[in-house]
DNA sequence: AAATAAATGTGATATAGGTCACATGCACAA
DNA sequence: TTGTGCATGTGACCTATATCACATTTATTT
């Protein structure tokens, strides 16, 4: 593979796993991607850093590669109630603030120390008007996006805090490895006690 | 206007509607126009008749130009759970069974009499593969669709019942016009008694 | 290694909202 | 127009989950 572009030269690993991200969808020429390549930056964050606060300009995008980022808002009691987990090879940003072009309603913080590749929102615009291939492979996995939270959503209707605890533990094993159950709870909808109450009794 | 495809001579207001909608966010030679046309049939649905019901293989998806279509899973107890409506100018499915190619978990029912505008699957990828534009409107109708899923979600967190009453009455007053209160409570998911009291008390 | 802070567990109590039962109103079918 | 069946309202009671308070365990920092 040629480094057409040296300035980006991230770790040959972080590439690859960039790429290969892609090539589940569509594939894509070495020059194709050199040039892809030259839209992202990589940022690493400290355990409990923010990639965004609330009142922030949003103007980025995060795929993770390494570690562990949460979005959260908080309510007028300080509450936190979390939108995304986001594990290596999953996309996150407040994409409500990114697409209406406002002020973030959302923090973005390090669970565990985190690696990102960072694509800007006219970036990542631009890259789907050159390349149709890019537009594809962001529609589809928005379509997957989408069904994500529709599944979410009909369990937070249809079950128990057990089931949707238990349904979440079954669907992301890996998130329990990283994430405090107090965010976990924060995601499900459901007290910190109450969520220790379930497991504790379930053994 | 030429009609190239005469077998696709639907309603001209009809049409209109269509091409409107996709106008919204790309722009369309008539030609063009036509030509995705071709790709979509109008069917009529009854009160209460079925577009999907469990178990159904799900082939289509579903541009609503009058009336209204309700999405929803019933669970173990027959009880209801309404992911989704659709009122003119949306899309609907069952898109989890229409992306992973398996069969409906889901009914999708008119809440009064309906027209709609079918597209298989198929077509619409056919349409995205072939016009780029087509690519791009789907994309951003589906970020349009995923941030709506997340206000959901935020506000199903966030939320008492009365206030994602409040929430809903004000985003889409329209609802209110068209589809009965026990919907509302299964879209919500709260009991219709809990939902009933929460506005007698309001006033 | 000690000190400090953060996360977790657990009991006692409170409460929003669910469930059940039945009454009333309203729509459409015969 | 009358009847049959949905949709809605309302009371009485119940339950899952929240809240508060404090103890215990586990990470972080110095």
Redesign the pocket.
Known sequence: MVYTYLYNAFKCATMQFLRDHFEKLITLTDKEFQYILQFFRSRRIM?KQFLLQEGDPVTQEYFVVKGCLKSYVLDS?D?SHIMQFALPDWWISDYQALVTQSPSSMFLEAV?PTQVLCITREDKERLCAEMHKMEHFFRIKNAYGYIGLQRRILSMLT????ERYEQLLQQYPDLFQVV????L?AFL????????????KNK
Do not use: C, H, I, M
């Open positions: 355990k009691e509450r565990v079950g128990s805090a057990k405090p159950k107090q965010d709870a909808g459901v007290s910190r006690e109450t969520l220790s109450r379930l497991y504790s």
